[in-house]
């Protein structure tokens, strides 16, 4: 799962979604906070009752945590996305601050293997791992020393693969890497206001994306002028 972005009620009801599957761990893909008005309920939820419950295999920092950890505020294209992440750095408790500085990984890209499989879980791209995502024919680097390529940032669901030239004369001399975005948590921006994550089998190679209801209105009712408007109103369409 990916950018849930200090949502509740999301991650609440993707929490209980979970319930529905045999679940072997969890791949956490960047910016848990900001946004929206929990990002301290978020992070405690988060511990209670994903991490503590299932075996992690990667927790990446995103641009939001870089933003946030390092005061690095200029990476936004946005004044309103500057004064979010200010805002959001006012509020954020110490308790919080610490589980981002010490459980996340803070290059924003980690690479692991899963069942024979090496994987590279990467907040954005290898074009840039915080700021620029990874789309179908924009793929912003070469990956084909990865099987599978975990990646969020642009809150767009996708499930495709790439096949790039190799000397393999089994494989007709094709390389094949898989690249999969679970979409957005928190803040869809895929036109639909439910919130998205992926269940992935490596074993198999299927891919289930999931998009599932929650209280929106409940979590637009935090939003009482502390960041600009349209942070609450995208909510209502997922955009």
Same mark, same amino acid.
């Given at each position: 799962?990916?950018?849930?972005?200090?949502?509740?009620?999301?991650?609440?009801?993707?929490?209980?979604?979970?319930?529905?599957?045999?679940?072997?761990?969890? +791949?956490?893909?960047?910016?848990?906070?900001?946004?929206?008005?929990?990002?301290?309920?978020?992070?405690?939820?988060?511990?209670?009752?994903?991490?503590?419950?299932?075996?992690?295999?990667?927790?990446?920092?995103?641009?939001?945590?870089?933003?946030?950890?390092?005061?690095?505020?200029?990476?936004?294209?946005?004044?309103?996305?500057?004064? $979010?992440?200010?805002?959001?750095?006012?509020?954020?408790?110490?308790?919080?601050?610490?589980?981002?500085?010490?459980?996340?990984?803070?290059?924003?890209?980690?690479?692991?293997?899963?069942?024979?499989?090496?994987?590279?879980?990467?907040?954005?791209?290898?074009?840039?791992?915080?700021?620029?995502?990874?789309?179908?024919?924009?793929?912003?680097?070469?990956?084909?020393?990865?099987?599978?390529?975990?990646?969020?940032? $642009?809150? +767009?669901?996708?499930?495709?693969?790439?096949?790039?030239?190799?000397?393999?004369?089994?494989?007709?001399?094709?390389?094949?890497?898989?690249?999969?975005?679970?979409?957005?948590?928190?803040?869809?921006?895929?036109?639909?206001?439910?919130?998205?994550?992926?269940?992935?089998?490596?074993?198999?190679?299927?891919?289930?994306?999931?998009?599932?209801?929650?209280?929106?209105?409940?979590?637009?009712?935090?939003?009482?002028?502390?960041?600009?408007?349209?942070?609450?109103?995208?909510?209502?369409?997922?955009?």
């Amino acid at each position: 799962m990916s950018d849930i972005h200090g949502n509740l009620q999301a991650l609440e009801s993707v929490s209980e979604d979970l319930l529905l599957f045999d679940i072997r761990g969890i +791949l956490l893909l960047g910016d848990l906070i900001d946004y929206g008005m929990q990002s301290n309920e978020t992070v405690a939820f988060l511990r209670e009752n994903i991490t503590d419950r299932y075996t992690v295999f990667c927790n990446i920092r995103g641009n939001h945590e870089r933003a946030v950890l390092d005061e690095f505020f200029e990476g936004f294209s946005s004044a309103r996305g500057q004064e $979010s992440a200010r805002f959001t750095a006012s509020v954020l408790n110490e308790k919080s601050r610490g589980y981002l500085q010490d459980a996340l990984t803070p290059e924003g890209q980690t690479v692991f293997e899963l069942d024979g499989k090496k994987c590279l879980a990467i907040h954005g791209s290898l074009q840039d791992p915080y700021w620029k995502a990874i789309a179908p024919g924009q793929l912003g680097g070469d990956y084909r020393d990865y099987d599978m390529v975990l990646s969020g940032h $642009s809150h +767009l669901p996708h499930f495709f693969a790439n096949y790039y030239e190799t000397q393999d004369a089994l494989y007709r001399n094709r390389k094949k890497t898989v690249f999969l975005n679970p979409g957005s948590v928190g803040q869809p921006r895929n036109h639909d206001p439910r919130a998205n994550y992926a269940i992935w089998e490596p074993e198999t190679g299927e891919c289930l994306m999931r998009s599932v209801s929650y209280d929106v209105e409940k979590a637009m009712s935090h939003f009482h002028g502390q960041v600009d408007d349209f942070y609450r109103s995208r909510l209502q369409i997922g955009i």
